[in-house]
């Protein structure tokens, strides 16, 4: 009996055109990476169909297995089976769903015995630099010089919450989408926002690492005020929305389910040490409409396939974009009748920067879209850079409109000089941004000249001098530039040092030959022209 053909998305077929590219191309090791909700079980359920050896298929968690067994027998006739706990794959599967925690050493070698595995497809592949993954790699011969099968990752982020790098296990993402482009061209949900500020307060947690420890962050959320917060938030803001609420221990879990019974929400838990039977009641009340929240601790950040969702609730601050993306990838799912998610970002006091809905689309990450869409914010954050260049936002909280008066009043020519340097000279120094400073003065009678003190990419020297377009030198800090100048003007002579002063006669002069427009100039070719 023959399968239905499936139908792809343009962009799905790109992606399957890009990994046969790179393979005819000699790239053995690759990443295919699209947001939550692309369908990446589609697309290498094609890929699986057209291999012409056998395949193998590495997943972490439970609902991951299930739910590529189910997209892979629904795109071909050959038989699918699964390897895990005591479930042994038939000896005649074309196609072995694998448990990465199930393949020890030994049982490993049992699966692969007698099997020609040509593609290996490794869902949510961000995990496959941790040691143990990295074992069973190597075992199905991964980094073999002489080895002819293809490693296919597919992941909705490429960062690690542990910093290891993904280099060192393939050689190049062959194919990406964002996250902000798939909802433009409408495959994805639109997403709206709220930020909710609370007291909870984060400043005395460790600074280090690329995220909060849990012990720490745990203490400092999961407290009574903050948690009734958060439940009255999500009864007042999310309504009917069916919502998941990301949290950071079991107890914090707990907590949050509670508060939200309280107030008269139906709400159930899920955690990872659950039984399955227990853990998989909770998720049919929930699919069921049974319950309207479920609260849950690092369980439905990856695999969890419930378009139905409207609503995620961060209840778990956290300053991981790949953490971030994957909570928030639990609602882009398109639905019938789901007009757009709604996130609601609980936003702590830090002095670290945290991730948010904004910040997920390279908006400022404190704006607060007061309900608004993410990406009508994105377009009107990159048009105000177009509109006026040089323009940057202080630190604070503001919605998109004060943003908008701020960036129409923006004038260049007012920027301040920062403290260190007026501290330490008493020329006219003038600001470009964050790219530097601009210094006229007269060279003689009439003529004037120009230093420029921009800042480089890298480490070390990365402040540059340049004086009438010519290098002078570098340096490791603004203010030793800014001195360093100040001497050579004072070198030059009595006449040129009091010509770089504020106070100077020539400053005021008319057209062309006046300060103002010689730092409108310089602004524009350094930075852009301000409108």
């Known amino acids: 009996m023959s399968r239905p053909s499936v139908t792809l998305r343009p962009y799905q077929r790109e992606a399957i055109d890009a990994v046969l590219a790179a393979r005819r191309a000699g790239v053995r090791r690759m990443i295919v990476c699209l947001p939550t909700g692309a369908g990446k079980t589609v697309i290498f359920s094609e890929l699986a169909r057209m291999a012409r050896r056998q395949v193998l298929v590495l997943?972490?968690?439970?609902?991951?297995?299930g739910q590529a067994r189910a997209k892979l027998e629904a795109a071909m006739e050959h038989v699918v089976s699964i390897e895990r706990g005591a479930?042994?794959?038939?000896?005649?599967?074309?196609?072995?769903?694998?448990?990465?925690?199930?393949?020890?050493?030994?049982?490993?070698?049992?699966?692969?015995?007698?099997?020609?595995?040509?593609?290996?497809?490794?869902?949510?592949?961000?995990?496959?630099?941790?040691?143990?993954?990295?074992?069973?790699?190597?075992?199905?011969?991964?980094?073999?010089?002489g080895w002819n099968g293809t490693l296919l990752g597919f992941t909705a982020t490429t960062a690690r919450g542990d910093g290891k790098g993904l280099n060192k296990v393939f050689e190049r993402i062959v194919y990406s989408r964002e996250l902000p482009e798939m909802i433009d061209?409408?495959?994805?949900?639109?997403?709206?926002?709220?930020?909710?500020?609370?007291?909870?307060?984060?400043?005395?947690?460790?600074?280090?690492?690329?995220?909060?420890?849990?012990?720490?962050?745990?203490?400092?959320?999961?407290?009574?005020?903050?948690?009734?917060?958060?439940?009255?938030?999500?009864?007042?803001?999310?309504?009917?929305?069916?919502?998941?609420?990301?949290?950071?221990?079991?107890?914090?879990?707990?907590?949050?389910?509670?508060?939200?019974?309280?107030?008269?929400?139906?709400?159930?838990?899920?955690?990872?040490?659950?039984?399955?039977?227990?853990?998989?009641?909770?998720?049919?009340?929930?699919?069921?409409?049974?319950?309207?929240?479920?609260?849950?601790?690092?369980?439905?950040?990856?695999?969890?396939?419930?378009?139905?969702?409207?609503?995620?609730?961060?209840?778990?601050?956290?300053?991981?974009?790949?953490?971030?993306?994957?909570?928030?990838?639990?609602?882009?799912?398109?639905?019938?009748?789901?007009?757009?998610?709604?996130?609601l970002d609980f936003v702590d006091l830090s002095t670290l920067s945290l991730c948010t809905l904004p910040s997920l689309f390279g908006v400022p990450r404190n704006l607060n879209l007061m309900g608004g869409d993410a990406s009508d914010a994105r377009r009107t954050w990159q048009q105000i850079l177009v509109d006026h260049p040089g323009f940057e936002l202080e630190a604070g909280a503001l919605t998109l409109p004060e943003i908008q008066d701020r960036a129409a009043a923006f004038n260049p020519l007012t920027l301040e000089v920062h403290e260190d340097v007026r501290a330490i000279s008493g020329n006219a120094w003038f600001s470009l941004g964050r790219h530097g400073l601009g210094l006229h003065f007269e060279k003689s009678p009439g003529k004037a000249g120009e230093v420029v003190v921009l800042k480089r990419p890298g480490r070390g020297k990365v402040w540059e001098v340049l004086m009438d377009d010519k290098a002078m030198a570098r340096f490791s800090q603004l203010e030793e530039a800014v001195a360093a100048v100040d001497y050579e003007l004072e070198r030059r002579g009595r006449f040129t040092a009091m010509s770089a002063l504020p106070t100077a006669s020539w400053r005021r002069g008319t057209l062309k030959g006046n300060g103002q427009f010689l730092q409108r100039a310089l602004w524009e070719r350094i930075v852009g022209r301000p409108k």
């Open 59 to 65: 997943a972490h968690r439970e609902e991951l297995l």
């Open 87 to 145: 479930e042994r794959a038939s000896a005649d599967a074309k196609v072995l769903v694998c448990s990465v925690r199930s393949l020890h050493e030994e049982r490993l070698a049992r699966v692969l015995r007698g099997r020609d595995v040509g593609l290996i497809i490794y869902d949510e592949c961000h995990h496959a630099a941790a040691d143990d993954n990295l074992r069973v790699l190597r075992q199905l011969g991964a980094f073999d010089e």
């Open 185 to 343: 061209d409408g495959y994805l949900s639109p997403l709206r926002g709220f930020r909710i500020s609370t007291s909870a307060d984060l400043t005395r947690l460790s600074p280090g690492g690329l995220d909060f420890q849990e012990e720490e962050l745990a203490e400092a959320v999961d407290i009574e005020e903050r948690n009734a917060l958060v439940a009255r938030s999500i009864q007042e803001l999310a309504r009917d929305r069916r919502t998941i609420a990301f949290c950071v221990t079991v107890n914090h879990a707990r907590n949050l389910c509670w508060s939200l019974n309280v107030l008269g929400v139906r709400a159930g838990i899920v955690y990872g040490e659950m039984p399955s039977d227990v853990r998989a009641q909770a998720l049919a009340d929930f699919r069921s409409g049974r319950t309207q929240v479920l609260t849950n601790v690092a369980v439905l950040t990856e695999g969890f396939d419930d378009p139905g969702v409207s609503c995620i609730a961060m209840a778990r601050p956290t300053r991981s974009e790949g953490l971030y993306a994957q909570c928030v990838g639990r609602g882009t799912r398109l639905h019938p009748g789901k007009k757009d998610c709604l996130i």
